[in-house]
């Protein structure tokens, strides 16, 4: 399953900063469906320090005979329905069925969106400066690596 960011046409289609700090959404897959609870341990965890605020959250698991079941964090085990409280509505029922026609049976998909609240500050700092957001991608680490590998064989 491959994920495309598409940047803005035009500088008249950028985004505008009234956002306090940049917002993500990931599409995260599972071959295996079976969680033990770490993901949202972490969550927490990186709610708490400040770092984030999970803004939406929802599960969908393609079973074996196809059929295909989904699940919002709001109606999920206490910490998680904590952690998100009130869904954003940025996640939906269409949201699903997008996802569930690529997913293979038996696996999963995780959907997040979240905010960067560790970037409140300079969000605020970069709007002040009459800055505006016209591009953002996420750089998956193995891109990293396989960068970090290239360049020491080059050495």
């Known amino acids: 399953m491959t994920w495309t960011f598409v ?3 035009s500088p008249t289609e950028r985004q505008d900063m009234n956002a306090a700090a940049p917002v993500e959404l ?6 295996h469906s079976e969680f033990k609870g770490e993901i949202v341990a ?3 965890r990186l709610s708490q320090a400040g770092t984030i ?7 969908i698991r393609k079973n074996e005979d196809g059929s295909v079941e989904w699940l919002e964090a709001a109606d999920a085990a206490d910490e998680l329905a904590d952690l998100v409280g009130e869904p954003s509505g ?4 269409d949201d699903v069925a997008a996802v569930a026609d690529d997913l293979t049976p038996g696996a ?3 959907m997040l969106v979240f905010e960067h609240t560790w ?24 891109a990293i690596e396989e960068l970090a590998a290239t360049l020491a064989e080059e050495d």
């Open 7 to 9: 940047a803005p046409d």
């Open 26 to 31: 990931l599409l995260l897959e599972f071959p």
């Open 42 to 44: 972490e969550l927490v």
């Open 53 to 59: 605020k999970v803004l939406d959250m929802l599960a």
């Open 90 to 93: 940025l996640l939906a029922e």
């Open 108 to 110: 999963a998909v995780g």
């Open 119 to 142: 970037a409140t500050g300079l969000t605020s700092a970069l709007r002040d400066a009459g800055g505006s957001l016209i591009d953002m991608t996420t750089v998956p680490p193995a």
